[in-house]
């Protein structure tokens, strides 16, 4: 069936060609559906209903394909065609219609549906009704006969209408919109095709996002638009973007627009809620990089009004908004995000001068080709006056390590190990691909000729670094956010200050989740804790900041035998030297070294020894030591009671008092049922090196006091901990201890997992948790 053969109308007059052929260049301010409603088709009295669309009433989704009745009426010549295509003789077809960007085609193409009827040659699109029959049927009128299309009932018959309208009007639009002559013309189209959008009945994604995407291309193909004109474009389609993401294309047209006019209005009025709809909805920016680099460039604008930073604060408090708990999950890890991109976009130029690599920018636009690329960028030259960080211990006998690369640039000093480096590339067996961005750490490496190398980054990137290296500050704090922060935060080897100033905010948090992200996450891959080390990458102050860490991370429940371990093994060194400069923390960790037996080597207690009375604080806190284990020999000196219960409502201090009075070596049983002792008692029950059966029922005993238990009390082999406060956390521990035969955890939280992780202690015979969750 040919739909652009001409014709006339049974009951009206014969279309005006020329009126038609010159419609696609119409402009489309106006509805183009209005016709004569008292057209009549065939024999059969109809009735015309023009359908305007409006915010209110039913809404459809937006028809891609579907089944549906066809039947094409072609306009009668003769007295026979008239006969022929009268109602009695109307046939029906089924076809299975899609509904493509330029055409309604069929799936079948036979019959009625032969050939694709374009939306071009649709001259009016109306919905029909008859009096004595219960049809629903939509007309589309062409040059030469009238398409109608029945649905099954009539709201289906309504989201075809409203489907079909939708598809010719944006497909009229992409062709108004297509290089046009004036810009005065097509911004009124744009505003007309905007209006579309929002009072369009139909409800889906590509509703909003087909005008936007018409109108990112005609700016893409207009790169010469005045700032007014880019001004005008951006007011009249805002109000799509309160609901939507802008595409790629448009997002570069945005961060132009930033990045020339920073102070414009249209930044504050226009892109603060986009920006703000991205940082709350956006769940990956990997998918579309561009939102990330918008948002970036929104927030240097910010920075570059009269306000500053303070400008910038205010956005972030915006988001966070006014109460305690942030009411959006996903606003925190994507300005996370946009801080770290920032961050290394910085370092990216001076990355990739030393190898000619392609950039992280150039390979997501897909310039990789040589002649795209940037000439090589020679090294800057070494700085002989660059300040270093001296790392140097006045012991003798320690270990150093050679002395490392320094990396400085204006406030920002990087200091590079590579011997830890290389040996961390030698164990993991060469880099890995599992991080969507290079480790700054070995981008930054130099040559080992190279002592000391000095990048003066430019004065916008070093804006940049302030201004998102203060936003990371501002993040930390927010007592709600802080926790995600410290597992997000991947460690960035450089001492900026408002770094350092995070860093300490985790230190300081006396919850757990905050500041157990301070050590590394698996071995092999360095953490906070050891980058700010006495010699780590990072470190610039003498390790000040190591020894807070190392503060709040023995206040909690890190103070094992464990952690104790770890520093012996890994940071003895930088432990004696700030205990040499008299450190009162260090100084208490060399104590327990001492007092837990943690160092085996005679020569390194010794030196110790030495180390610790090298101060008056530590000499002070030796002398104490060796008090305590003169008692801890006469407490555990053989003799005294193998049996022990202290009566009820006894106190942690009543335990420590009963057991200073004399000898317990011999103790092998001890009740503390029914009393108010609490994890605390765990220091004097790990002194007890015979206990083997211990009661703890309905005490306040809890998590930090079993691990304590379970590192120093090897010969336990009874436990009972009914109606105590402990947990998964603290139960965990137990599966260490070898010699436990019996263990009661009833009315406790111990759960379903933890309980078959103890069952794995071979000695155990007796295990009982009932009354458990």
């Known amino acids: ?87 009695f003789l109307r046939r029906w077809e089924p076809h299975h219609l899609t509904l493509a960007d330029s055409s309604l085609t069929s799936a079948t193409p036979t019959g009625y549906m032969e050939t694709s009827l374009p939306y071009s040659s649709i001259e009016d699109l109306q919905l029909l009704s008859w009096d004595n029959a219960p049809k629903y049927c939509v007309q589309l009128s062409f040059p030469g006969g009238t398409v109608l299309l029945q649905a099954a009932n009539s709201y289906l018959r309504d989201q075809w209408f409203h489907s079909l309208q939708w598809k010719k009007k944006i497909y009229k639009y992409r062709k108004v919109l297509n290089n046009p002559s004036r810009w005065d013309v097509a911004l009124k189209e744009i505003r007309a095709l905007v209006d579309m959008a929002l009072t369009s009945p139909l409800q889906d994604e590509s509703i909003h996002q087909a ?61 603060t809620p986009v ?7 956006n769940m990956d920016f990997g998918k579309c990089p561009r939102l990330r680099l918008f948002t970036q460039e929104y927030i240097l604008a910010l920075n570059e009004l ?14 966070h908004g006014p109460t305690g708990q942030c009411p959006h999950p996903r606003v925190l890890p994507n300005l996370v995000a946009v801080c770290l991109a920032a961050i290394y976009s910085c370092y990216e130029e ?23 690329r940037k000439p090589p960028m020679p090294l800057p030259p070494t700085n002989p006056v660059a300040p270093t960080i001296p790392i140097s211990s006045p012991m003798s006998s320690l270990p150093l390590s050679p002395p490392p690369s320094v990396v400085n640039s204006s406030e920002i000093l990087v200091e590079l190990e590579r011997n830890n480096n290389s040996a961390n590339t030698k164990r993991k067996g060469g880099p890995t691909r599992g991080d969507s961005e290079p480790n700054l750490i070995d981008c930054l490496l130099v040559s080992p ?98 020894a807070s860490m190392v503060h709040i991370l023995m206040g909690s429940c890190y103070k094992t035998k464990k952690f104790l371990l770890s520093l012996a093994e890994n940071k003895l060194g930088p432990c004696m030297l700030l205990a040499l400069r008299g450190n009162q923390t260090m100084v208490e960790i060399l104590c327990l070294m001492l007092e837990y037996n943690i160092i085996e080597n005679k020569d390194t207690q010794l030196q110790i020894i030495s180390t610790l009375e090298s ?38 201090a009543d335990l420590a008092r009963l057991l200073s009075s004399g000898s317990f070596g011999n103790l092998e049983n001890l009740s503390l049922a029914f009393t108010n002792v609490t994890s605390a008692c765990a220091e004097q029950l790990i002194k007890l090196p015979s206990l083997k059966q211990l009661n703890l029922w309905s ?46 955890m009833n009315s406790t939280k111990l759960t379903a997992d933890t309980y078959e992780d103890l069952k794995v202690i071979q000695s155990l015979s007796e295990l009982s948790c009932t009354y458990c969750q």
């Open 1 to 87: 069936m040919d739909f652009t053969s001409g014709g006339g109308v049974e009951g009206s007059e014969p279309h005006n060609n020329q009126f038609y052929q010159c419609e696609e260049n119409k402009p489309l301010l106006a509805d183009m559906s209005e016709s004569n409603n008292n057209t009549k088709l065939g024999a059969g009295p109809c009735k015309r209903s023009l359908h305007h669309c409006s915010s209110s009433g039913m809404r459809y989704k937006l028809l891609h394909e579907g089944d549906i009745q066809v039947c094409v009426v072609k306009h009668p010549r003769t007295f026979l065609s008239k006969i022929l295509t009268s109602k």
């Open 350 to 372: 001076f990355i990739n001068s030393r190898d000619n690599s392609p950039s992280l920018k150039e390979i997501r636009n897909g310039c990789q080709q040589q002649n795209d």
């Open 449 to 546: 000729a190279v002592n000391t190398l000095s990048i003066q980054l430019p004065a916008q990137a070093d804006r940049v670094l302030g201004c998102f290296a203060l936003i990371l500050k501002m993040l930390s704090d927010y007592d709600d956010w802080r926790p995600a922060l410290a597992s997000l935060l991947q460690p960035i080897p450089f001492p900026k200050e408002e770094l350092k100033y995070v860093i300490q905010r985790f230190a300081e948090d006396p919850r757990q989740e905050v500041h157990s992200c301070l050590l590394s996450v698996r071995s092999g891959k360095d953490g906070w804790f050891q980058l700010y080390s006495p010699g780590g990458v990072a470190c610039d102050d003498d390790g000040e900041l190591f």
């Open 615 to 652: 101060t008056q604080v530590g000499l002070r806190m030796y002398e104490q030591l060796c008090d305590r284990q003169r008692e801890l020999k006469e407490l555990q000196r053989k003799g005294g009671p193998t049996r022990l219960t202290l009566p009820s409502k006894s106190t942690d």
């Open 211 to 271: 005008p936007l995407h018409i109108i990112s291309t005609l700016l893409a193909e207009n790169s010469n638009l005045s700032p007014q004109d880019h001004e005008n474009i951006i007011v009249a389609i805002a109000p799509l973007l309160e609901n939507n993401h802008p595409p790629p294309d448009l997002c570069e047209f945005f961060c132009k627009h930033c990045r020339e006019r920073p102070r414009s209005s249209v930044v504050i009025e226009v892109f």
């Open 699 to 744: 005490t306040q005993f809890g998590d930090a006091g079993l691990r304590l238990l379970s590192e120093h009390l090897a010969c336990l082999q009874v436990l009972n901990l009914c109606e105590t406060p402990v947990t998964d956390a603290g139960l965990l521990a137990l599966s260490s201890m070898k010699s436990l035969c019996s263990l009661n």
């Open 275 to 281: 920006v703000q709809r991205i940082l709350k909805h």
């Open 306 to 319: 009269n306000g500053g930073m303070e400008v910038v604060k205010k956005f972030i408090h915006s988001m």
